[in-house]
């Protein structure tokens, strides 16, 4: 299709069907996990983090969860990976995270990142992005992550789980 | 050892050959780790964290970088690893990372947790840490945590790498 006049912009490139949409103020990413004993067990072999609250059920009990919980450190992994893998080539700036509730074995975790900001340096982009996950609608991690994206494309989720 | 008079505070003991140290402000936990080809690849296959600036080469120095880049929140992973291994049963609260510097295959990354600021809330300890970690005396990554200690009592590291 040949555009002309004031419509050929090449912004709108971006609305056809051959390339990705560009992200925008208010667009939400989203990955749901669930974890799994080996998951942990895999986490903690990478790490050498073996708290007994991740492993000792009997332990997480007596500090008052209702069972032994994901690392929290874990699940906020999950940020960095929606941003890289709808963004790849994006570097992490930063992260906060505010650790609000317990992540157990077996719940769905479901992250959502969602762009607050966004500004261009150097034909880079510096966004930043609200950084929550949720557990059956709970907010279990809030935070916020800064990340320069090579691009504004938001390619479609090319990894596996 | 018999104390007597205004020496024999119960403090003392935490002195003695039998029991642990307590954590005090100003006190620095250190933990050096020199990350490998395999961390990163355990660590993508944990996250689903593929992107390109941590496994090609000629894409990380394209952008900008010496060679591929060690992911970041593995590095950070450091800081509540060093905290759950001297105080087994710590729960997270929040934490905080600025990204300053890539770490690269081969770097020895040091973490350093020192802790700023203790109060016993409920027969607990809060306590807040400043997280540093560094490359060659660089600041690679900076930030804080705030954790909830079930003793000031600080074990010995009992993981392994």
Redesign the interface.
Known sequence: MVFSGRIARPIAASFSSTTNPLLKVGDVLRKPRTFNHL?LV??A?????????HFDSG?AKE?GFEDRVV????V???F??VI??HF????????????KLPVYIGNEAVAEVKALNIRENKKRYLAKFSTKCFRDGDLVIDGEALAIL?TLEIREEP???
């Open positions: 998951d895999n986490y072999e990478l790490t050498s983090d073996y708290n007994p609250i332990f500090e690392h929290g450190m874990l906020a992994t999950l960095p990976r890289a893998s790849p080539g994006a570097v992490y700036v930063s992260q906060s995270l505010q650790f090579p990894f596996g789980d």
